[in-house]
């Protein structure tokens, strides 16, 4: 069974800059979240997006906005990019069910802003 | 706000050593996980623990939730150079559906 891939794996903008970021998660996984983490701040929850439905937002700014297409795979964007907004973003699925299931991570996009 | 606190934040032992990584929260989840990352990949998961008091094993690593499930811990026997890595715990809780993660704790074992 494959597992969650993001694409792409490394980018590199500048700031003022947008960025998209792709994930499809595993097959049959309804449910992908976002995080961002950074070696300040560590590990932060961004949002999560069930049958294409924001279903819970972490404290992140405007700039940060995401959807769900009908097939679960999921695209965060990020717009006016900041030197701060430098991070591994990491996106995990999850089957549909209880909110303790089991999160499944993919390798990450690493976003440098120049 | 739910906050998890890890510690400690950096170990660094000599293979065969012990070790025990502390994950604290004064609030109750209803299910902890733990994490291991490498360098420039995302975590994996190692164990999910949801009974308070449960203990799990794996392999050299064994887990433990606190009866209130409010805390938990992670221990290693006989490190070796293999368990490096960043651990990381996340609590999840019935109400929300995003992951509380700790700081994490980067543990280098020494050959």
């Known amino acids: 069974k494959a597992g969650v891939t993001q694409t792409p794996r490394y980018l590199i903008k500048t700031r003022g800059q947008q960025v998209t970021l792709s994930c499809s998660p595993i097959?049959?996984?309804?449910?992908v979240s976002w995080y961002q983490q950074t070696p300040g701040q560590g590990l932060q929850f961004l949002f999560e997006?069930?049958?294409?439905?924001?279903?819970n937002k972490g404290n992140f700014p405007g700039r940060f906005s995401g959807r769900q297409f009908s097939n679960s795979r999921s695209e965060m964007n990020v717009s006016t990019l900041e030197l701060g907004d430098s991070a591994l973003y990491l996106c995990a699925s999850r089957k549909p069910g209880r909110s303790t299931d089991t999160q499944y991570f993919g390798p990450g996009t690493r976003l440098t802003v120049l | 706000t739910q906050l998890l606190e890890q510690s400690p934040q950096f170990l660094s032992i000599q293979e065969g050593e012990n070790l025990t990584v502390y994950c604290n929260s004064s609030?109750?989840?209803?299910?902890l996980q733990w994490y291991r990352q490498e360098p420039g990949e995302g975590p994996v998961l190692l164990v999910t623990v949801v009974t308070g008091g449960e203990v799990k094993k794996l392999k050299r690593l064994t887990f433990q939730f606190g009866d209130a499930r409010k805390d938990s811990s992670l221990h290693i026997t006989a490190a070796q150079p293999g368990d490096t890595g960043l651990y990381l715990c996340a609590g999840a809780s019935d109400s929300s559906y995003k992951l509380i993660f700790g700081s994490g704790t980067r543990l280098l074992v020494r050959p």
């Open positions: 097959s049959g996984h309804r449910s």
């Open positions: 997006y069930f049958s294409e439905t924001q279903r």
């Open positions: 609030s109750v989840f209803s299910s």
